[in-house]
């Protein structure tokens, strides 16, 4: 039986807005009729187009406040960190929140028309950026233009051909601007390299010169096209990849890509798992043996070790490793350990905090008791964690809290990054290994140089830390608590 919306109004046409999220979280879905459920599936999307609009106008309203605010150490650090409060707040990466807070001044600022579109959910958040990018760098009153010529009939077209229609709309309004564009994006040009859920990686050459990134890719192409001649019988685009493989790794294409054919099952006895190459061992190993003794001059017998020699050389590798691989077991079982103790240690302290900050109401109520309760927890947790701390002995005879000097010994480095594996920054994933090792209380105020105050962090964090508003307090080695500009706080420790 065909039920439509009995219980509650159909939502075709309705504005987006909190009276339609109400009346879609009304919906039952199993009991409207399939006209209703595509309904409910285009104001679901005007909705988010809404909610994105929010997120938008918010985003933009913390950068007007940090550009406005004379607590900021200067106008240029607000902008560039206000984006650390967004990847905190919103749990993304350092690129994505750059991503969003353009997208938010670009809409705010020269953009209205796409804005007020997007806050109507006449167009989503991926066509908004399609116009907010098009139109990146153009001369003054070149965006209104486009707005003009491409939001009529934006709300019935694909983002492809609203691509298209804001390039030819730029050309028009402003037929320099791509030359300003495409030199602005070469200035910018770069290797990327990121690993993808499949555990490859992907690897590309970005904001190249047109020209000289067409040539590249007709070389390769060119020299798949002859290897596949030659009787390779891979796919061109797997051939292609291993042919810019070789290229950048100095090696010769033909050659390599060549040598990794699989075996021709041909050429094999028509075992079809190769058990015969497998029992078969010195046979297998005999052209790799020949390689070598043309090399060296020698026969391969001549090197090959006797029984006893053997026995003695593994004894005595065992004797001079044995307590090396056992001191690594030992610090390792340490290190696991103290990362348990500091995950436990941030549990607790993410309760407490939450516990303690529900009573607060009022914003400054909020600064003073994160204020109270981080100078609470550090001074109890100091006693316990000082016997752990690194000591030195001044001239005078006086024991003194922390390493002598500014910058760590390697071992100490080493146990930092081992620690704590990633910069310590909220939603930051850059690994220890290439951050900087922070005072977190400054060596210069009197911070030791020990674990309990030094943390990794990467060179974007290091400086936000330093001059974008962020508070600091480090609660126990390996965990820190952040208080952003707005009184928000995050706490850090190792990931469970
Ligand atoms: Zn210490
Ligand atoms: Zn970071």
Redesign the pocket.
Known sequence: MMTVTTATRSVEGMRPGPELASALADVDLSAVDGFEVVEVLKAGRRLASWAASLEVRAAAELERRAVASEEQPCGVDAVEFVTCEVEAALTLTAMAAGNLMHLARSLVERLPGTLAALTDGRIDVAKARVICDGTHLTSPGVPEFVENAVLPLAPTRTTGWLRAAVRKAVIVADPGTFEDKRANAEASARVELWQTPDDTANLAGCDLPLGEASRAFNRITAIATALKTDGDPRPLDYVRALVFQALLLGQDPFLGAVLDLPPDPHEHTGDPIGTAERTDGNQAQRPQATATERQTGTQATARTPTPTNAANAANAANAKTLAKIQAEVDAEAELAADRRVAAALTRTLRETLTHTLARAEKAHERVWLIAEAAHRIHETLTAL??PG??THTTEDGHVV??HNGYRPPATMRRAIQARDQRCMFPACRRPAIQCDLDHTLAYHLGG?T????LAALCRHHHRAKGAGGWNLIHLWPGVLLWISPTAHWYLTGPDP
């Open positions: 964690k000082v701390c690194a809290h922390g030791p020990c674990p309990c105050n």
